[in-house]
């Protein structure tokens, strides 16, 4: 049983757009983590987000926490080709386990 | 290089065999997790350990899969008697005991059952 539901699955856009993914879980979470996995690597840690409505930015990516901890979005400005990838989010209960999510593929288009 | 590292990073095994993949984690991590991903997939958890002591191991996990953390250091995952759903890729992550979890992956062992 997946509690994290991430949307799109699939995403492909131009060069240059903006573009939003979202992940979603009926459960709350202690901590969410975002992961963006190349073909054949293990998943590379973006960020981790504790506080229910926290943002966080990194460079052209913009994470925000839901005010309830249950749910989170990853939004990408301004999408360049080196931003294609498999985008995980992993939620944990406390310091236990990640569970992760079902996935973005994201493909921009030069 | 202080991230986590798998070996080996391929594996092509016959049906029946048994395999073992090592992982050594970020040297003061105390905390070592195995997940198992399939294609398209997220990444599924296996069990993890916290020094040498297993905390928690998956109920899909079968008998054939046994991990082990001798030293609280690095981990091994073996197989036995590989069946061709075994195929994926094997990926370990370490963290440190916080009041969240953050963990960070190595490349992965990608096992290929024929």
């Known amino acids: 049983t997946q509690l994290l539901e991430q949307s799109p699955q699939f995403l492909s856009i131009q060069e240059g757009e903006n573009l939003t993914v979202y992940c979603n879980s009926s459960?709350?979470?202690?901590?969410l983590q975002w992961y963006r996995q190349e073909p054949g690597e293990g998943p590379v840690l973006l960020v981790t987000v504790v506080t229910g409505g926290e943002v966080k930015k990194l460079k052209r990516l913009t994470f925000q926490f839901g005010d309830a901890r249950k749910d989170s979005s990853l939004h990408i400005t301004a999408a360049q080709p080196g931003d294609t990838g498999l985008y995980l989010c992993a939620g944990s209960f406390g310091n236990e386990k990640l569970t992760f999510g079902t996935g973005t593929r994201l493909t921009i288009i030069p | 290089d202080t991230g986590v590292s798998q070996d080996p990073r391929h594996k092509i095994t016959k049906r029946g065999q048994n395999v073992t993949f090592r992982c050594d984690p970020i040297?003061?991590?105390?905390?070592l997790y195995w997940y198992r991903q399939t294609l398209g997939q997220g990444p599924e958890f296996l069990t993890y350990?916290?020094?040498?002591?297993?905390?928690?191991k998956s109920r899909l996990l079968s008998d054939r899969f046994s991990a082990e953390r001798p030293k609280g250091s690095f981990s091994t995952l073996e197989i036995q008697r590989t069946e061709q759903g075994d195929s994926a890729m094997y990926l370990c992550?370490?963290?440190?005991?916080?009041?969240?979890?953050?963990?960070?992956f190595g490349q992965g062992t990608r096992l290929t059952v024929v």
């Open positions: 459960s709350v979470f202690s901590s």
């Open positions: 992550a370490s963290s440190l005991v916080t009041g969240w979890t953050e963990a960070f």
């Open positions: 350990f916290q020094n040498e002591a297993q905390l928690e």
């Open positions: 040297s003061e991590h105390n905390r």
